[in-house]
Structures are given as C-alpha cells and as structure tokens.
C-alpha cells in the first residue's frame, strides 16, 4: 500500500494524513474484493524496517491501527470479512497487540474473504521464523521439505497470491511475501495508494487475466495448492 507520504505531501499534510486515507483506500478495496468474489487479500501495513520512520510517524501509525479497528472491524464482520494479523506481534505495544487479537476474535468465524494484514512483518523474517518453528519442532534435514516449511509460514491459511499489486510507482517487492509469491503475477501502479479504489483493481485483475500462467511448465497451467486450513 505505497505512496501514502507522497499522496499527503501533494496535499501539504502530515504524512500521516496519508495514512488515514490508506485506511479508507483499504476498505474500499476490501469491499471491491468481496464484490467480484476475491477470497483472499493480503497487505502490508507495516513492515520489519518501518520502525526506522521518524518517531512521530511510527506512533501515527500505531494509533492509526487503533481507530481503524474501532472504526471498520464491527461493519466489516457482518459483511463477511475474516481478519487476521501477520508478523512479529512481540514488538508492538500491548494496546495494538489487543486490539488485532480483538479485530482477529471479532470476525474469527467469517469465510466470505481472508483479509490478512501483515504488520511488523517482513519476508524473510517470515522464512526465518518458520525454520525455527520446524528445528523447534524437531523437522530435519530430511523431514524439511518445502510442504513441511510452509505449514509454519505466517500465511500457512492462505493459498500463495495469484497477484500482486505495488501501488506507487517502485518497481521492487521490498521484502513483502518473498516466499509466497515465487509464481505471482507482479502488477506495479503509479497509482498512490489513498487513490487505489474499484476501477484500479480491476485495471489490475484485467492485466491479471491477459497473462500466460506457466508455473515452470511449457504451457499454462492452473496451479494445484490449496490453503493448509481455512
Ligand atoms: C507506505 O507508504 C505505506 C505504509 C508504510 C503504511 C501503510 C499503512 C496503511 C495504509 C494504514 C493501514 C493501517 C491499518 C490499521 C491496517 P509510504 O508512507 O512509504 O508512502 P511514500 O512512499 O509516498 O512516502
């Protein structure tokens, strides 16, 4: 969800501004998800290295969280949504940690789209928290295989991202999801994130449908994984 600081500095606001309309840009596109019958979103909220943001930002954002959970989670239940929190949750105060553990209980029983937010998250913290869970739990050499491995990633509920979508205008995938998306299609928008709304997504779903899926094979295939649990 990049250029929020770039959206709120066009506007000569505080970036954190931007923040809050990220917030409204990620409802919206909740619901634009939940309409054309996506089950699956992932985002990232936060990641591993945020923490090097001015003070002010950071605890910006943690407030943020706050409000949104107050303000979105109720509606977003009795429409279906299913939240859950991916990342690093001994970092964050305890007023965020309730408040995802209140978002998660909230709309624990929903099946109509998984929306899964990655906070205090990163990609390869993601692959090393899982070796050590699988070492922990006695896997070896032998027994580690990629199935075993991705039983203990943070996204194990989730099958891996069909698509996958920088707003922004960066053209990397800054450590989000560097294990799940080994054969997503990548899709980078100019688009600053608080302007993300139904029209961008299905610009984005549309350059989704015109790619050939190979998968590694010679000709295009549907790919055969499935979540490890809903
Ligand atoms: C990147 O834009 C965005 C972030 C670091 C934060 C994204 C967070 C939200 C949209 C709020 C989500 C909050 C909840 C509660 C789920 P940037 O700040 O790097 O923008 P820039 O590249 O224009 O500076």
């Known amino acids: 969800m990049d250029g929020n600081g770039r959206w709120a500095n066009r506007r000569k606001r505080p ?3 931007g923040h809050e309309q990220g917030v409204e840009a990620l409802v ?10 996506i089950e699956y979103l992932t985002v990232f909220a ?3 290295e945020n923490w090097k943001r001015p003070e002010e ?11 949104a959970v107050s303000r979105h989670v109720a509606k977003l239940a009795e429409e279906g949504v299913r939240i859950r929190i ?38 390869r913290w993601d692959i090393v928290q899982a070796c050590r869970r699988a070492v922990a739990d006695g896997l070896t050499s032998d027994t580690l ?10 996204l194990s509920h989730a099958p891996d991202p069909d698509l996958f979508i920088r707003t922004g205008g960066e053209l990397r995938i800054s450590n989000f999801l560097l294990w799940q998306a080994a054969y997503s299609e990548l899709y980078f928008t100019d688009c600053l994130w608080p302007d993300f709304d139904a029209a961008q997504l299905d610009a984005a779903l549309a ?8 998968f590694g094979d010679v000709q295009a ?3 055969a994984s499935a979540p490890e649990e809903a």
């Open 15 to 17: 970036r954190v501004f």
């Open 57 to 67: 930002e950071v605890s910006g954002l943690m407030s943020l969280v706050l409000v």
């Open 86 to 123: 991916v990342g690093d949750r001994t970092a964050v105060s305890e007023k965020v940690r309730a408040s995802w553990d209140k978002a998660e209980a909230a709309t624990r029983d929903n099946h109509r789209l998984v929306l899964s937010v990655a906070f205090n998250y990163g990609g």
């Open 145 to 154: 295989t990629e199935a075993a491995l991705s039983r203990y990633m943070a």
């Open 46 to 48: 936060f990641s591993s």
């Open 28 to 37: 919206r596109t909740v619901r634009a998800c939940v309409e054309r019958g």
């Open 221 to 223: 295939a549907a790919p």
């Open 207 to 214: 350059a989704f449908a015109a790619r050939e899926r190979r």
